[in-house]
Nanobody, 127 residues
Framework: QVQLVESGGGLVQAGDSLTLSCEAS????????MGWFRQAPGKEREFVAA????????YYEPATQDRFAVSRDVAKTTLYLQMNNLKPDDTAVYSC????????????????????WGKGTLVTVSS
C-alpha cells in the first residue's frame, strides 16, 4: 500500500523560506507523477506543482512558479517543495499526491481523480 507522509511545515515569517518533504513508500514509483497541493482555510484545494517521477519533468501553478520549486530524490523516494519569499497568502495545509496513471502535466486538472494522498502539513506565514 502506498503511503505518503509530509513533513516540514511550521510557522514562519513573511519573506522566509521553507522546504516541505513528502516521503513515499509502499512500492517503486517509476511511471508515477507526484504533486503538491494546498488548501487554505475556507478555500478549495489548489494545485501548486508536480513532477514526473521517472524523468523529473516539472509543472507549476503560474502564480507560484517564481518562488516555489518541486524536486524529488529517487533513492530516498522523497518529494520536496522548496518555498521561497513566503507570503501570508501561502498559509495553507500542503499535501502531496501520487498517481500512476495521471501525468504531472494533468494533475492540476484531475485533482479529484488522484489515487494517493498524504495527510498534509500546515504552513503558517505571519506578516
Amino acid at each position: 500500500q502506498v503511503q505518503l507522509v509530509e513533513s516540514g511545515g511550521g510557522l514562519v515569517q513573511a519573506g522566509d523560506s521553507l522546504t516541505l518533504s513528502c516521503e513515499a513508500s509502499g512500492r517503486t514509483f517509476s511511471g508515477y507523477a507526484m504533486g503538491w497541493f494546498r488548501q487554505a482555510p475556507g478555500k478549495e484545494r489548489e494545485f501548486v506543482a508536480a513532477i514526473n517521477w521517472s524523468d523529473g519533468t516539472t509543472y507549476y501553478e503560474p502564480a507560484t512558479q517564481d518562488r516555489f520549486a518541486v524536486s524529488r530524490d529517487v533513492a530516498k523516494t522523497t518529494l520536496y517543495l522548496q518555498m521561497n519569499n513566503l507570503k501570508p497568502d501561502d498559509t495553507a495545509v500542503y499535501s502531496c499526491a501520487a498517481d500512476p496513471w495521471i501525468t504531472a502535466q494533468a494533475m492540476d486538472l484531475r485533482v479529484d481523480d488522484l489515487t494517493y494522498w498524504g495527510k498534509g502539513t500546515l504552513v503558517t506565514v505571519s506578516s
